[in-house]
């Protein structure tokens, strides 16, 4: 069973930074893509940021294209999202998610393996 656990939330002033961290266990790490997603009170959670197994191909939403960046260490089972500049809109729930042989996909229902969740808050 693949368990995925998320760090690095918190309270950062807008423009500020965080990093976030997912580690995985349990699994093949090196064999999947992986994705963020990020869901917001009273929305529906969308996707964020995903790259491909050996992170040669990253993707990003268009709101946070340019300001956040998506990373893998294969190495030590981690991915991680880097958010600067961030904005009060970016407050929300944020989710690492597993997609096994997958090449990397914006779409939950790809993803087989997913996160508790870390809370990032961004005030204005």
């Known amino acids: 069973q693949v368990m995925l656990v998320e760090s690095g939330g918190g309270l950062v002033q807008a423009g500020g930074s965080l990093r976030l961290s997912c580690a995985a266990s349990g699994g093949p790490f090196s064999s999947y893509a992986m994705g963020w997603f990020r869901q917001a009170p009273g929305k529906e959670r969308e996707f964020v940021s995903a790259i491909t197994w050996n992170g040669g191909s990253t993707y990003y939403a268009d709101s946070v294209k340019g300001r956040f960046t998506i990373s893998r260490d294969n190495a030590k089972n981690t991915v991680d999202l880097q958010m600067d500049g961030l904005k009060p809109e970016d407050t929300a729930d944020y989710f690492c998610?597993?997609?096994?042989?997958?090449?990397?996909?914006?779409?939950?229902?790809?993803?087989?393996?997913w996160g508790q969740g870390t809370q990032v808050t961004v005030s204005s």
């Open positions: 998610a597993a997609d096994p042989g997958g090449p990397g996909s914006t779409w939950l229902v790809d993803y087989d393996y």
